[in-house]
């Protein structure tokens, strides 16, 4: 048998099935079926499946491949993909990714088995983020519950937007976003909340809500009714304030940057300067966004002090707890972000900490309505104000979105796994992780830290090869070892071992962030961690 | 044994069994470990497993709860959801639903077996959107292959910003926004684009564009620098643009709305009035809506002659074709959307016509290099200008959102799996079932069409129960009608035989709008459905 019969067979049948008694009636004609009974007869022979194009899953033509499927995906992506024996990624530059792995898209339709293939190296080609020493963003990790969570929300493929549409998912946000407010500390939990597609666009909407607040005209009449408005973040704030800034006309030029102190937190005397310097210039500071775990080195504002400010100056308090969120869950670290509570509004990412799959961003609003004011539109369409049931779980019009995935499922079930007590034992054992590294580092002479003392779990650090130590006062120190993360990054992305990111800050040259999430890893890792390092450095 | 004893283990195990060489270093006391052994043996003898905390999916703990839950998934969601002989949805209200879910959020870890009861619950509480007559929707059905791109995505759980962390999705976004741009029409595929976490942000990054390059000052000045900013955009458009007009600044005033004709197609003759009553108003026209199907009546504004009038003017040129858009991918209808490659920017939804799950959403761009301009913020830590490969595709920067989920598998591996001849069938079959069920309901007395001749796959209708039945002269005729479609609507939620949505809009009464996207369906369903209306507004 010729090896090329299965892709000649698949132009031709192109996704009909003899198992399939429902294609007949599609409209074809008499003579386009005998054509496709021949081929089946030919497919039969070959023994060859071809992706049928109907948008539903079949039972007889279906089943089989749904369970092969999710063998290859538990086999290499779930197991393997997570396991210390395997690779973290196997490098490839774009240029011959281009060359090993088949973008193309063609008219015909494929066949199972290539179908197989095709998520053999989807899986083989991609990085496994839930690997343990992928240690390399402010996500990480394959949560077994949070994977199921997902996995049974694709299979639903609801969009929350109505009651009608998504009763159990409408209702299950409202619950979750409920504890959360607890968590932070808004009396009673009362206020409002929303899910939102990541932490850029939920600092957005507290941008969009505290500018309502200030004057609801501006929904309809846009900000050239207000006078100039000015908002304030820290200089190690994400980049997401700005880029949400200039997004929604105000401009990154009317976001005043704070200054940061020697641990990366909000000078407080930086801020009422540069609220002073806006008042003097006649435009209006209307919120101060301050971050409960910056991107980088992991810094917590001083809350306290800035809902101070707030108050007097009264403007929205903004608190980007995306990352530093998580800590909540811990009786014994949620009193890093004290005064958390005082804010109108919060934004927290159980993907981050928690390790929820992504995305999983949520607002919370210690005001009631405001969501709903800034963004109604009542479309006739979805909001029908003659439906036969209790509207209020209607909750989709306090969106800016329309459609709109789930994103509660993976995190409920999550927590109905593991319990509040399962998260606190997660949070707390990623602190003592942090902790270990950091003081099995501090006396060596091949690590120096940026921050000796760390409020989350980032630990950023620079390697220092044999080459350039006991050279600080040479006069290319630093520009030498600002080549040296590069370096070790390209051979730990090359040989698999690990990914660690790095990054040069203000006049600091590059240096290593290694975040820890992961309550999978154990002490031992971080002893491993610290070998690779010496290993990939160690003739620099 | 009292039914309890899991109940009690849970609370005491928390998370921890003995098949977990890990926890017993996660920094507990000897005390709290010998408690741990002692809560294993009365598990062992329970037989029972409990969730662990440690964010990694272990074999020896995971992988018969996975194969479980996938088990159910597959059995309960996939197959007898989208089941011809089972139920749409099973209805309850919120009030009701609230006793018999479990919802509430505890401190204890859940059993295993807990967890599938959950799972349970929740598919059989949940609308079943890939059921055959679930239309209620512009997004219906499960695909199959759709289904195992997103399987595979959550089993990877990637962000899409740089090719370092997402190689392979980084370049298929490249390829697959190519071929779209290719279908198009914009000349050789060229322009950018990017996926959107659904079409009403897709429609605020075409505002930010036009706004951009009309004056790049924009990003960092907004558009307090500017003039009173208007657009344009049709009275039966998405609710979106003036969603996003709002969020960004603009406001909704500032979205002048054009009228449409007796099909629901933008008037050129008042886009033309709006646009010469904002110069004279002082202010600048900036970007012209043109929508290739509208969400309720699927009409498709007259994009040939819209683009003169852009041309006319200099004025930005957005379609919002999230529902149309996939009509290109078929010979026979892709004339529809003539004069959609004169655009600056389209938004298209793969997840609506093409039924690939919930969501996949694209931004078009005739333009290259615009929205980089318009977004980068350059953040060290993510965009090092010091990597050791070639950055090109570390698109990340592009977006206003950091984190991103990847939207692009699911809909590559549904392209692979059919190839585009696959969605032209899919297409061509949804419009061979709008038409036959238009044809069928056309001379019957029970039933009344809004628009004769729709363009799309939507239909709108009333059906007139036998007691209103040659009443169309009486002055109450109207108001009756208009109470007839939420009766209908409520009996079919509560039969839970078929969901299809209502409205009214301007001086209509509440009509139906039955969507067909699924080639799922056949013509012997358009009768049932036919007959479904029959039965449950017989009596009426």
Known sequence: MPSNNSELLSIETCGTTSEDPISSDAGMSSEEDEKIVKKEILKEVLGKKIATYESIPKREHHEKFLRECMEIILKDAVFQGTS?????????????????????????????????????????????????????????????????????????????????????????????????????????????????????????????????????????NGIHSLPRLVLYTSEDAHYSVKKLASFMGLGTNNVYTVKTDDRGRMSIEHLREQIQKTLSEGALPFLVCATAGTTVLGALDPLEKIANICEEYKIWMHVDAAWGGGCLMSEKHRHLLKGIHRADSVIWNPHKLLTIPQQCSTLLLRHEGLLSAANSANAAYLFQKDKFYDTQYDIGDKHIQCGRRVDVLKFWFTWKAKGTTGFQRHVDKSFDNANFFLENIKNRDDFKLVIEQPELTNICFWYIPPSLRGCENDPDYHQNLHKIAPKIKERMMKDGSMMVSYQAQRELPNFFRIVFQSSALNHSDMLHIIQTFERLGKDL
């Not at 020493?133 to 199921?148: A, H």
């Not at 932070?184 to 505290?210: E, L, M, Q, R, T």
């Open 84 to 220: 210390r024996d395997s690779k973290v990624l196997e490098w490839h530059d774009p240029v011959e990714l281009f060359k090993i792995f088949d973008f193309s898209l063609r008219d015909k339709a494929s066949s199972h088995d290539d179908l197989k293939k095709i998520l053999k190296d989807t899986i083989q080609y991609s990085v496994k983020t839930g690997h343990p020493y992928f240690v390399n963003q402010l996500f990480s990790c394959l949560d077994p519950y949070g994977l199921v969570g997902q996995w049974l929300t694709d299979s639903l493929n609801a969009s929350v937007y109505t009651y009608e549409v998504s009763p159990i998912f409408s209702l299950m946000e409202e619950v979750v976003l409920r504890e959360m407010r607890v968590l932070v500390g808004f009396p009673d939990g009362k206020g409002d909340g929303i899910f939102a597609p990541g932490g850029s666009i939920a600092n957005g909407y507290a941008i969009h809500c505290a500018r309502h607040k200030l004057n609801p005209n501006v929904k309809e």
